[in-house]
């Protein structure tokens, strides 16, 4: 035999190294000797056929010699010739291939490859078969079914689609007869793992990150996944879906496209954010998939309320989740600035609002006043371990209006009093609304006043919003007609508001001392109160006593 120890006990290396050749009657340690390898089975190849051995010698007479064997690889014939006398051929053997690693996890879709190393792999030229999933699949070189290793010691190959872990190799080295094998059970290599890219409700391709407006329906329904990875078309492909942080249900889905899409049926209820893992083949994604449903929609909300409400509103829309086991926030943007939440109770705290059902919203809204405010519904998860949300969709925000400020009466101050021309007025009513925090305003106008003046108002009391407070007015006297404006000193003014016009008149005008005219003059001065600021008319009756009124016909009337 031909081996790569002088015990005679090895297969020839795979590389160039010394041959040891064993046998009988080869001759003195004087003897010429030649030997010719073919990778046939019969010494009548082509020249080029041959393997080149040189150096031959016998170091151990009849029975050892050496000689510069080239690398190689498989079962090849060798010829021996020894001082002319040639040797029956002998059938040998190089070293059968050995993987010491795998490394690489290529992706599911066939474009991927693994390094493999280890030792016997053969010279360059070397065809190398390498298989796995028990021979179905292959590993090859760019455009070949066979591996030209890189050097003795490692090579590089493209996989076959697939999906799994724990893939073992099969190398065949093929020398085009009985070719030597070597099955790799220690390191094993797996596929790269899924990953998803977005979970949407059509079939669509061109996604490259998740799309909202395309997102899962709260109530559910189909939906397509998205991603990498997700293996082959092959029955024994094995696809799982769970839903909800890997706590929830699983969810029946198929492999719509191999590597890519993955097609859900029913996939489950649910509002906000929620999450779901892909298993293939036993590989999960490495992380729970997070995900928006689609957003909600509000449609309408009614009715209006008192700015202190004590009435609940019931707001409609899409999209707030399937019953009262999902939860939704809805605010009200209720001075231009500040988002103030609607709650479970009038005044109360509690603002995660159970939906009644997937279009309906129970609650009551908050201190306010204005017209056209806008209302914002937000899906939120009541888990306790998650604080997200999700707010409705831009521009499908509700208008709300609250009801309208209305004056019954105008007072001096809290004792209710009749007003002087002081400039200070106490005004009661309802729906005052109160004071925000920045930007709020109450504007008093009298329409009777083309010059229409406005005073410097604040709300008086909180709750339930009946009095506010104005100093700096007009020194009216008399008769008057006033109305109150509730809004902001932001653009826009959507929140704007006017009372009905209100009468209501100043206390009496009284007199404390007049002075005679001067002859020359005819003025006459005269000290009261309650006379106002604009004209006034003076009348003089000719007789003492306090008349009731004054006849026509027994007073002396100037102004």
Known sequence: GVYSDAACTQRVLTTASTWYICGTNLGPVTAVVTAVASPFDYITPPAQALMDITGCAVTTADTLITCSGPAGSGTKDLVLTVSGQDADSIEFQFADPVISGISGTPPTDGTGSITVSGSSFGPGDNSILVTFDGGNRVCVSSGNTAVNPDSDTSFECITDPGEGVDKMLTLQVNDGRSAALSEHTTDTWDYDIPTVIGIYTSRETTYVTEDTTNAPDPMGGAVYIL?????????????????????????????????????????????????????????????????????????????????????????????????????????????????????????????????????????????????????????????????????????????????????????????????????????????????????????????????????????????????????????????????????????????????????????????????????????????????????????????????????????????
């Not at 996939?267 to 994604?285: E, K, L, R, Y």
């Open 227 to 559: 991603g990498t990875n997700f293996g082959t078309t092959d029955p024994a492909n094995t696809i799982n879906v769970r839903y909800n942080h890997g706590a929830g249900e699983d969810v029946s889905c198929t492999l719509d496209t191999a590597h890519t899409i993955i097609y859900c049926s029913s996939f489950p209820m649910g509002s906000s954010w929620q999450d779901f893992t892909v298993t293939i083949a036993t590989q999960d994604t490495d992380q729970p998939h997070e995900f928006y449903f689609n957003q909600p929609h509000v449609d309408s909300i009614a009715p209006s309320t008192d700015t202190n409400p004590t009435t609940q509103v019931t707001i409609t829309g899409t999209g707030f989740g399937p019953d009262n086991t999902y939860f939704v926030k809805v605010w009200f943007f209720t001075d231009g600035n500040t988002l103030a939440p609607c709650t479970t109770t009038a005044g109360g705290s509690t603002i995660v609002i159970p939906v009644t059902d997937e279009t309906t919203v129970e609650c009551y809204p908050p201190e306010g006043f204005g017209t056209d405010v806008p209302i914002f519904v937000e899906a939120v998860l009541s888990d306790g371990t998650h604080d997200v949300s999700q707010d409705n969709a831009a521009g499908s925000e509700a208008l709300f209006s609250y009801n309208a400020p209305t004056v019954d009466g105008v007072y001096a101050d809290d004792t209710l009093a009749l007003p002087t021309a002081d400039g200070n007025l106490y005004i009661t009513g309802t729906n005052f609304g109160y004071d925000y925090p920045t930007n709020s305003l109450i504007t008093l106008s009298f329409p009777l006043d083309l010059a229409n003046p406005t005073c410097t108002c604040t709300h008086v009391t909180a709750a339930p919003h009946t009095a506010i407070e104005c100093t700096g007015c007009p020194a009216y006297s008399g008769c008057q007609q006033l109305k109150v404006t509730l809004g902001f000193d932001n653009t826009p003014d959507y929140g704007d508001q006017d009372s009905d016009p209100f009468d209501y008149s100043y206390d009496a005008p009284t007199i404390t001392k007049a002075s005679n005219p001067p002859a020359t003059t005819n003025v006459i001065s005269i000290d009261g109160t309650g006379f106002g600021s604009g004209a006034v008319t003076v009348y003089i009756w000719p007789e003492a006593g306090t008349p009731t009124g004054p006849p026509a016909e027994a007073y002396y009337q100037i102004t």
